[in-house]
């Protein structure tokens, strides 16, 4: 029996094991924020050891720990590295939920539970690659290293920045493979950037009966959220990367299908949510403060300082306005290679089970693929479908998780075996 049928045996014959592990990895919460992993670190570790596979932890952040696992083939050749995280999105307002959100529960050919789409089916499929390709090893070329991180949700600076910035010679490798969710008809190699800012809006507040004593910070607010729109509107700094990368009629139509109606224009353009918004104490007092936080998103092609210089002279016309960046030093908007031979392994395995092949596009979320990006390292997503991400009832189809995983598997088995 070759090596691959060996794996296509084993994607088929321990399909219920890859789903019990899920279940029970969806039972643990590792809602970010707070952000502690530990317990479901503890768990794959256990699987890790169960499979005979060393493993290191990092964890510049106690609660918060990140598994590196690697291991070398029978003889030289690529080091390919798979990339998935541990933390989710809070789970919000419980009462809402049909039922336990971290239940695992499975209802019509679906797991149930916060963080079963993003992207704890996606990490579970990158371990059990892990492990068949171990399994393999001494057929095998090149390395493989599975990181396992925590804090995506949140930045990643405790997670994946960390590991590629202290454990570059583990962890960098010569291409990423990432399960995060992007639907099945595409295949991601870029991203926009997330630019996160928080603005604080300061006056002397007082009574309601008597407006002419202050302005009201929440007033302030509400024009400042409509001249902060005006930034959709900015054009690209570079117009050739962003034909070189966004305007094939495939893409475009991809990105609809995948993700809706309009996702291609909205790849192209700066997004603008105002996610928090904190102001007032009662309803008779003028507002003394205001705090915004807001994301963008500056697709390929607009830069952070473009975007942030902009916000500097919208706040410039409000004296009472200041703003920070939360995130700094995050990367700008990022893509690699959408011909490298590891897009043509992932769209031809997937392919052989859709009947069709996932055209590549630049992510309207972000992933941790972009720290290696940053670093010089292709990096390529392929996972389910994004659907339900974050929201009430999140829930993930087997067939995908399936799917995605065989999808990775066998891609990641090609690239190695292609550069023996």
Not at 127 to 140: G, P, S, T, W
Not at 321 to 326: A, G, K, N, Q, R
Not at 346 to 372: C, H, M, Q
Request: hydrophobic share 40%; charged share 25%.
């Amino acid at each position: 029996m070759s090596a691959r049928e060996k794996l296509l045996g084993w994607l088929d014959t321990e399909r219920d094991r890859q789903v019990e592990f899920l279940r029970a990895f969806t039972r643990i919460d590792t809602c970010n924020p707070p952000g502690d992993t530990t317990e479901a670190a503890d768990f794959f570790r256990r699987f890790l050891d169960g499979e005979g596979l060393r493993h290191r932890t990092e964890a510049p952040q106690a609660s918060m720990p990140n598994l590196i696992s690697r291991f070398t083939g029978a003889k030289p050749g690529r080091h390919l590295v798979l990339n998935g995280h541990l933390d989710v999105f809070p789970i919000g307002d419980r009462t809402v939920w049909k039922g336990d959100p971290l239940s695992g529960e499975i209802v019509d050919g679906r797991v149930y539970g916060r963080g079963t789409v993003d992207m704890k089916c996606g990490t579970t499929a990158l371990l059990f690659v892990h492990a068949y390709l171990h399994r393999l090893k001494d057929e095998l070329p090149g390395k493989v290293t599975l990181t396992v991180v925590s804090d995506e949700e949140t930045g990643g600076k405790w997670g994946a920045d960390w590991l590629v910035n202290n454990c570059a010679d583990e962890v960098l490798g010569d291409c990423v493979l990432n399960t995060e969710p992007s639907g099945l008809q595409t295949v991601r190699f870029g991203e926009k950037s997330m630019l996160w800012v928080r603005f604080r809006i300061n006056v002397p507040g007082g009574h309601s009966a008597y407006p002419h004593t202050s302005p009201s910070a929440n007033k302030i607010a509400a024009s400042l959220i409509k001249e902060l729109e005006a930034i959709e509107k900015i054009e690209p700094d570079d117009p050739e990367v962003v034909r070189r990368t966004l305007t094939r009629a495939d893409v475009r139509t991809a990105a609809d299908k995948s993700l809706g109606a309009g996702a291609a224009d909205v790849v192209r353009r700066v997004s603008v949510n105002i996610g928090v918004m904190q102001g007032g104490v009662k309803v008779n007092m003028l507002p003394a403060e205001c705090v915004l936080d807001v994301d963008f998103r500056l697709p390929v092609g607009i830069t952070r300082k473009t975007v942030l210089d902009a916000i500097a002279a919208i706040v410039a016309r409000y004296p009472a306005i200041s703003f920070e960046e939360l995130l700094k030093g995050n990367p700008e908007a990022n893509w690699c290679d959408p011909t490298h031979e590891m897009v043509g392994h992932l769209t031809r395995n997937a392919a052989s089970a859709l009947g069709y092949e996932p055209k590549p596009i630049v992510s309207l979320g972000g992933t941790d693929t972009r720290f290696w990006r940053m670093k010089g390292v292709p990096a390529y997503v392929y996972g389910c479908s994004p659907a339900g991400m974050g929201g009430i009832d999140e829930a993930v189809s087997i067939d995908e998780f399936h799917h995605v995983l065989r999808t990775h598997a066998l891609a990641a088995f090609d690239y190695l075996m292609a550069g023996a």
